[in-house]
């Protein structure tokens, strides 16, 4: 995949989770344009925008699959903490609000373990 594609696509689905997030925790309202930070509140504006600025200044995107899974980490303690408090309880309802991004994530992810897993085996 195209470093450019992949950085778009990690943006849309930490939009798409930080606005799942802040729906159920701060009861902002749903709108039809998700990626739109003035509908967050504004802690998880400055999260999305924060993150946003990583992504877009990863020097790994070329090779890594997630955040979670590189050896580089470029969030602060206090931010990751809040990334993962957020993808903890966005995670499960990303499969009802967005199906086939959550599936294509989780293939993005079986196949990065099972190349691992292959790379360590050789």
Known sequence: MDTEKK?????????????IYCRGHHHTHRTADATDASVLCPDCRRLLTYARS?????????????????????YSHEMREKVREVMRWSGPRMLLHHP???????WIDY???????????S
């Open 7 to 19: 950085r778009a696509l990690e943006a849309e689905v930490m939009s798409m989770m930080i606005a």
């Open 54 to 74: 990583r992504i877009a200044a990863c020097p790994r995107m070329d090779v890594k699959s997630f955040c979670s899974a590189c050896p580089v980490h470029c």
């Open 100 to 106: 086939l991004m959550t599936l294509h994530h989780m």
């Open 111 to 121: 196949r990065s373990r099972r190349r691992e897993k292959k790379e360590l085996h």
